[in-house]
């Protein structure tokens, strides 16, 4: 079910009381539902890598647009021999055909892709041909001795004309991946820009006035988790995000930063993400910043665990702000469940799918919440890691999954949903070992 509260009125800051927690496959839809897709965006060719194409690249004109060489040599009309132009007449530059029809039994030197001349039947290979002296001074050029039976035939090295596109030819559909030879497709083919889907803007806010960012954190300090990596995260899902904003506890310091979250280039982010806060202590100050904004509550807790304190919320001029809870894992937990569907959707793309694996343990029931383990792939099974607690990294740092345990539990051999992470391949693609004998971290 979908929370939509107006964040106003001594309710401010609160979801409805009957409203329960949405489970996590109904939290992930509600997330990527709420949002569409971004306008597409024109990008010069050196930044496309990576981009997905809205529009079809068609060829601008034929591909070649003229007929070439493909050697090295001269370009012939007739059985020959033939005659070489005198190299001291204006033009006759090697390699450049830029002067006139060829004649019937005349010859020029031309270069690999260079343009063959009207007239020219053929080109005969630099190694297949020999210059002698012709009458009055005149060079002539014959078929040499180390030729081919059949050299040189009618057509023979010549690249024609549309050889490998014509004009109007779909090179690249939309829908493609764009990377470096597609590029250069599309350069080859007359562009300089491409038409993408657009990637979600994304302003990062970490909140905690005990939160240090260099060093061996001292008693009742932390140190900072998601600084160094959230950023990357979110490009790897689909956004752009800036660097971070970091702020204390301070209701006057959320107000300010979630009014003034901005994107990389300095215009309006589409998504804030914003770390800690999301609980109900005096401290947290999430609902009520959005509240004072005039923003509403979309999502207001989640039956999982960890992560259940995520919230999702919208500002009145469109920005979304998903708020993570403040233990790291917990707020991995929570952007691969809120935070991955809405940049999804923003940027035209399906919701991240999960695929069946085989469990190999089983994991009891914890009735009402959706369980979120990190996990291995080892001989075709998924296996827990250890160290999985809402406030640990060690055993996300050794993962390749997440294993998304029903309210049930699963039975060792049963399939299971596992989510691939944004920084390992798809699940059906890890190497399996084999995992008797050894210690998953």
């Given at each position: 079910?979908?929370?939509t509260?107006t ?5 401010a800051?609160?979801a409805?009381p009957?409203?329960?927690?949405p489970s996590w496959?109904?939290?992930r839809?509600l997330?990527y539902?709420?949002a569409?897709?971004l ?5 010069p ?11 079809d690249?068609t060829?601008?004109q034929?591909?070649?647009?003229y007929a ?12 020959g ?14 390699g450049?055909a ?6 019937p ?5 031309i ?6 001349p009207?007239?020219?039947?053929a080109?005969?290979?630099k ?8 009458p ?12 081919r039976?059949d050299?040189?035939?009618?057509g023979q090295?010549?690249?024609?004309a549309?050889e ?6 779909v090179?690249?559909p939309a ?5 470096p030879?597609?590029i250069?497709l599309?350069?080859?083919a007359?562009h300089d ?6 990637r979600?803007s994304v302003?990062?806010?970490?909140t ?5 960012t260099?060093?061996?954190p ?6 900072d988790?998601f ?6 995260v ?6 752009i995000?800036g660097?971070?904003?970091r702020?204390g ?8 930063a979630l009014d003034?979250?901005?994107a990389?280039?300095g ?5 804030v993400?914003t ?8 401290t947290?100050h ?6 004072s904004?005039g923003?509403?509550?979309l ?10 304190p995520a ?9 979304f702000?998903?708020g ?7 707020a991995?937990?929570?952007?691969l ?5 809405l940049?999804?959707?923003l940027?035209g793309?399906?919701?991240p ?11 009891p029931?914890?009735?009402g919440?959706t369980?979120?383990?990190p996990?291995?792939i080892?001989?075709g099974?998924a296996f827990p890691?250890?160290h999985t607690?809402p406030g640990m990294?060690r055993?996300l ?7 998304v345990v ?6 060792s ?9 944004p920084?390992s391949p ?10 008797q004998g050894?210690?998953i971290p």
């Open positions: 079910m979908l929370i509260e964040m106003a009125g001594p309710r800051g609160h409805h009957c409203h329960a927690a496959a109904e939290a839809r997330a539902e709420c569409g897709p306008p597409p965006v024109w990008v060719l050196a930044d496309a890598d990576g981009r997905v194409l809205h529009r690249v060829a601008l034929d591909l070649p647009h070439s060489s493909a050697m090295d040599g001269w370009a012939v009309n007739g059985a021999p033939w005659l070489l132009p005198d190299p001291q007449q204006p033009g006759a530059h090697p450049l830029t002067y006139g029809r060829l004649a039994n005349h010859a020029r030197v270069a690999t892709g260079g343009l063959v009207a007239g020219a039947q080109i005969l290979r190694e297949s041909g020999e210059v002698v002296p012709g009055s001074g005149s060079l002539l050029l014959s078929v040499g001795p180390g030729a039976a050299e040189p035939r009618r090295h010549i690249r024609p549309g490998e596109a014509l004009a109007g030819d090179l690249l829908g493609t991946v764009l990377n030879a597609r250069a599309a350069a080859v007359g820009e491409v038409l993408v889907r657009a979600p302003a990062v806010v970490l905690g006035s005990e939160v240090v260099q060093g061996v001292a008693a009742g300090e932390v140190r988790t600084g160094p990596q959230l950023g990357t979110l490009s790897q899902l689909g956004g995000a660097g971070p904003a702020i506890d301070s209701f006057s310091e959320w107000l300010s003034t979250a901005t990389p280039d215009g309006k982010a589409d998504v993400i770390t800690g806060g999301t609980g109900r202590s005096g947290d999430f609902r009520a910043a959005i509240g904004l923003g509403r509550i999502l207001d807790g989640i039956a999982m665990r960890p992560g259940h919230v999702l919320a919208e500002l009145p001029d469109g920005r702000v998903a993570l809870p403040g233990n790291p894992l917990a991995m937990m929570a952007l469940t809120v935070g991955a569907p940049i999804a959707a940027g793309r399906p919701l799918a999960a695929t069946d694996v085989l469990s190999g343990s089983d994991m029931p914890d009735p919440r369980r979120l383990v996990c291995r080892l001989s099974l890691v250890q607690g990294m055993g740092a050794w993962a390749e999954g997440v294993m029903p309210p049930d539990g699963v039975d051999g049963q399939p299971v949903p596992v989510l691939p992470l920084w798809g699940v059906d693609m890890v190497p399996g070992t084999n995992p050894r210690s």
